[in-house]
T-cell receptor
Framework: AQSVAQPEDQVNVAEGNPLTVKCTYSVSGNPYLFWYVQYPNRGLQFLLKYITGDNLVKGSYGFEAEFNKSQTSFHLKKPSALVSDSALYFCAVRGDTGFQKLVFGTGTRLLVSP | GAVVSQHPSRVICKSGTSVKIECRSLDFQATTMFWYRQFPKQSLMLMATSNEGSKATYEQGVEKDKFLINHASLTLSTLTVTSAHPEDSSFYIC?????????FGAGTRLSVL
């Protein structure tokens, strides 16, 4: 069965500092990995994905994520955090065989302080 | 990216009434749409997969008679919460897949009094 773990309920970082939001996964077959961001009372906005190719994936708003197959991880990163990055971040995975559902982690709240 | 429009964004209704939520793909055709429910401070729970022109596939534990899904066209799926009760109050989000990416609507906050 597919699963996603986001071990941190909340990550606090000062503006201008680098940020990391952790994600590990388990899936049958090769993973399709995604990061989404959710602002209060809004749906999810797509940030970036890993399907194949380079392990370092760049996405929207300066975010990037690194796929690590041996550690089954897909951590989200940004070199310099902004206060406006404060939101709820979800990691998601689905396998590449057949029609597999997208499975989400429990979310990590990012709080960037001025 | 692709745009998924969801309406209404917020609805308040009395217990026992039915509420319909619409999900439209604005710039693409979606043979499959997904309906999720999100409880406060929790992740998204897939309720059902909506298939154009056929019956929806419901996840285990989701009452198909309470949560009616209709996907009559390639750009519109609807979720009707029938005989709503306070425990149905939640945030409902629809989604559609374009290629490998799922795009989400802005969500509907349902409050049942």
């Amino acid at each position: 069965a597919q699963s996603v773990a986001q071990p941190e309920d909340q990550v606090n970082v000062a503006e201008g500092n680098p940020l990391t939001v952790k994600c590990t996964y388990s899936v049958s077959g090769n993973p399709y990995l995604f990061w989404y961001v959710q602002y209060p009372n809004r749906g999810l906005q797509f940030l970036l994905k890993y399907i194949t190719g380079d392990n370092l994936v760049k996405g929207s708003y300066g975010f990037e994520a690194e796929f690590n197959k041996s550690q089954t991880s897909f951590h989200l990163k940004k070199p310099s955090a902004l206060v406006s990055d404060s939101a709820l971040y979800f990691c998601a995975v689905r396998g590449d065989t057949g029609f597999q559902k997208l499975v989400f982690g429990t979310g990590t709240r990012l709080l960037v302080s001025p | 990216g692709a745009v998924v429009s969801q309406h209404p964004s917020r609805v308040i209704c009395k217990s026992g009434t039915s509420v319909k939520i619409e999900c439209r793909s604005l710039d693409f055709q979606a043979t499959t749409m997904f309906w999720y429910r999100q409880f406060p401070k929790q992740s998204l729970m897939l309720m059902a997969t909506s298939n154009e022109g056929s019956k929806a596939t419901y996840e285990q534990g989701v009452e198909k008679d309470k949560f009616l899904i209709n996907h009559a066209s390639l750009t519109l799926s609807t979720l009707t919460v029938t005989s709503a009760h306070p425990e149905d109050s939640s945030f409902y989000i629809c989604s559609a897949r374009v290629g490998n990416i799922q795009y989400f609507g802005a969500g509907t906050r349902l409050s049942v009094l």
